[in-house]
């Protein structure tokens, strides 16, 4: 079997930034760290973290007060900050900088007397912190049928502003029906919005027409790596999303001879790696790399945690070789 795999693919400079403040977090100041809702949407990031000494709420309630609290990669509403700020919680804010471009925005517009159409996920803990981050209307929107359904009118004054999982490519369609529905409606340049979902989702797109069958390493609850997945089932591949290498199925491979291989931005590269030892069970595989975007973003840390360097982490970012 031959293995090609996709490049960029696996974490994103907001996730590792996010592991790294939880990491660091406990260096310097000891564990139990509170982190709430799970860092990034991997259960193997986040079981490796809770054993270090984090440990994981949903809600700040539960963070004892005067705990080590951290807010999660995809951000928290005003509430959860009020909260936080109410009742003296020391937190480090481990939203990525992408996401809080998106509250920005989402709050200029609002300055503006723009109600907010906002293009992402229902229940997703990034969706709700937006919502929760922006002082005006926010009509959530999944599909054009969704923009066809709002009961609004035609001349209201709107703004749109999307959720980072989603690339130029998922949003287009909507925007453009958002487009055709109003009259007055503006929205940011969302080619800037997150590299990383936009560079995966490429990469996937290209490996799709070299190979017979497409693997993305994630969780079933990452928004961005299901979306990997559908890429190949839309370029007609058979494609699985695999936790691990443990979820390989042997059956799959029947003949197959070429298998692309990518990871969500919150997959780590070991579990990529134990994909591929998975598959050397079963027979002689080689290993090469689609050529693709070289990615060399990195978001600073909050200034508290920049002169703390816990083997741990430098660990966590490493990239097995290939
Ligand atoms: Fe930030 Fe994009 Fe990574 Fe989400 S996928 S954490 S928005 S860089």
């Known amino acids: 079997m031959q293995v090609i795999l996709a490049k960029p693919r696996g974490f994103c400079a907001g996730v590792v930034r996010a592991i790294e403040i939880v990491e660091r977090a406990i260096d310097l100041y000891g564990a139990p760290v509170y982190v709430r809702h799970e860092i990034v949407h991997n259960r193997h990031v986040v079981n490796k973290l809770r054993q270090k000494g984090a440990i994981f709420v949903e809600e700040l309630a539960e963070v004892p007060d005067g705990a080590r609290t951290v807010f999660s990669a995809h951000g928290v509403s005003r509430d959860v900050e009020n909260e936080a700020a109410a009742r003296g919680l020391p937190v480090l804010d481990a939203t990525c900088p992408l996401v809080t471009k998106v509250h920005i925005q989402g709050r200029r517009y609002a300055t503006q007397g723009r109600a907010i159409v906002l293009i992402g996920h229902e229940g997703h803990a990034e969706v709700e912190g937006t919502i929760g981050q922006v002082d005006a209307p926010v009509y959530l929107v999944s599909t054009e ?145 689609l050529d693709g975007i070289e990615e060399t973003l990195e978001f600073s840390l909050p200034s508290e945690l920049r002169n703390v360097i816990p083997p741990a982490a430098q660990a966590s970012v490493q990239i097995p070789a290939e």
């Open 145 to 289: 049928a969704d923009v066809a359904a709002l009961d609004l009118p035609e001349d209201a004054p709107l703004a749109y502003i999307t959720q980072t999982t989603l690339s130029v490519d998922d949003t287009r369609g909507i925007i453009a029906a958002l487009g055709e529905r109003f009259s007055d409606i503006v929205g940011p340049n969302v080619s800037d919005i997150c590299y990383a979902t936009q560079n995966r989702q490429t990469a996937v797109r290209d490996l799709c027409r070299v190979v017979d069958m497409l693997l993305v390493v994630g969780a079933e609850y990452s928004s961005n790596s299901s979306r990997l997945r559908e890429i190949g089932v839309d370029a007609g591949l058979p494609s699985y999303l695999v936790a691990d290498g443990d979820a390989v199925d042997p059956a799959w491979l029947k003949g197959i001879e070429t298998i692309g291989l990518t990871a969500g931005a919150s997959a780590p590269d070991e579990l990529v790696d134990s994909v591929i030892a998975a598959l050397r069970k079963l027979g002689p595989v080689t290993v090469s790399q």
